[in-house]
């Protein structure tokens, strides 16, 4: 009989353990055509490097010339602007939004400058504000916030269309504009806001006014469609004044198209008229004059 001795102290042996594996992942399959997700991969890559080639040359110091040529070998790879979506247009055509756009050496994707490019089309008459983004690989995205004509001004024969502001926008095509007031005179369309914010106190009125023409830098004549003018007093609040109490006499009265030419209210608190409409309401005042006096002999 075989017998095993164990001296004090010693450790005993344990028998070794088999080392245990782990089970191998489960693959997934993804719901992608090979081709699609490869192609959106290899997209996806080409443009972290792209941007990446652009962020590395300009924190090396990269010459500008080596970095056009990147963007230009770029857009021969497909960042090329192809497509240019514009958006907000109503009076103004797309040819001069396409062209303050691109206007660049290249139509490289990378090299558009985005601000130099608003501010081509801030420079552009009928635009008041524009914003234009990168759609990659090859749209640019263009959004118009057109100005609002309110008048015509006429100055030496010319006449254009002006916003509030008194800013021209274009002096072709005006038939579509011809519901809208006139203003005459030099500097007159800096200041067409001024009597058009008046005018929009009294709609009824305004309706009337064919042009306003600002007399000697001061004040202004309001000409009628039915033919009178109106002169009005110097300063905002005497003109004001004066337009709210014709607007009275004339709703009480009925003073426009009565054969008077001239409605003089530059005097506070008087109505001066002229014209053969004045011989008339003397003898019709007369003869109510005379008919009460009769009735009151009666």
């Known amino acids: 009989m075989t017998r095993t001795v164990q001296r004090r102290g010693q450790a005993q042996k344990r028998p070794a353990r088999k080392a245990v594996r782990p089970p191998p992942p489960k693959l997934t399959t993804l719901p992608v055509a090979p081709g699609r997700f490869y192609r959106t991969v290899g997209t996806t890559f080409g443009v972290l490097f792209v941007l990446a080639v652009g962020v590395g040359a300009t924190a090396l110091g990269?010459?500008?010339?080596?970095?056009?040529?990147?963007?230009?070998a770029a857009a021969d790879a497909g960042f090329e602007v192809r497509h240019v979506e514009v958006s907000g247009l109503n009076h103004l055509g797309k040819l001069p939004v396409y062209t303050a756009a691109l206007d660049g050496s290249t139509n490289s994707m990378l090299l558009v400058d985005l601000e130099k490019s608003r501010q081509r089309l801030l420079a552009l008459p009928w635009v008041a504000d524009a914003s234009v983004g990168r759609r990659?690989?090859?749209?640019?995205?263009?959004?118009?916030?057109?100005?609002?004509?309110?008048?015509l001004w006429q100055y030496q024969h010319h006449v254009s269309a002006i916003d509030r502001s008194g800013q021209p926008l274009t002096d072709e095509g005006l038939e579509r504009f011809g519901k809208l007031p006139l203003v005459v005179g030099p500097e007159a369309n800096q200041r067409a806001n001024e009597i058009l914010g008046r005018?929009?106190?009294?709609?009824?009125?305004?309706?009337?006014?064919?042009?306003?023409?600002?007399?000697?830098?001061?004040?202004?004549?309001?000409?009628?469609?039915?033919?009178?003018?109106?002169?009005?007093?110097?300063?905002?609040?005497a003109s004001e004044r004066a337009l709210t109490q014709f607007a009275a006499l004339d709703k009480a009265?009925?003073?426009?198209?009565?054969?008077?030419?001239?409605?003089?209210?530059?005097?506070?608190?008087?109505l001066t008229l002229r014209g053969p409409g004045v011989g008339t309401a003397l003898a019709a005042a007369a003869k109510d004059r005379k008919s009460d006096k009769k009735s009151f002999v009666t």
Do not use: Y
Request: aromatic share 6%; no cysteine.
């Open 62 to 72: 990269v010459p500008q010339r080596w970095w056009q040529k990147g963007a230009v």
């Open 136 to 151: 990659l690989p090859d749209t640019l995205i263009v959004d118009i916030v057109e100005r609002r004509p309110a008048a």
């Open 199 to 237: 005018l929009d106190q009294h709609p009824a009125l305004a309706k009337q006014v064919k042009a306003a023409i600002l007399v000697g830098g001061r004040r202004w004549d309001l000409q009628l469609r039915t033919g009178e003018t109106m002169a009005l007093p110097e300063g905002d609040a």
């Open 253 to 270: 009265h009925g003073l426009i198209d009565r054969g008077f030419t001239r409605f003089d209210l530059r005097t506070p608190n008087k």
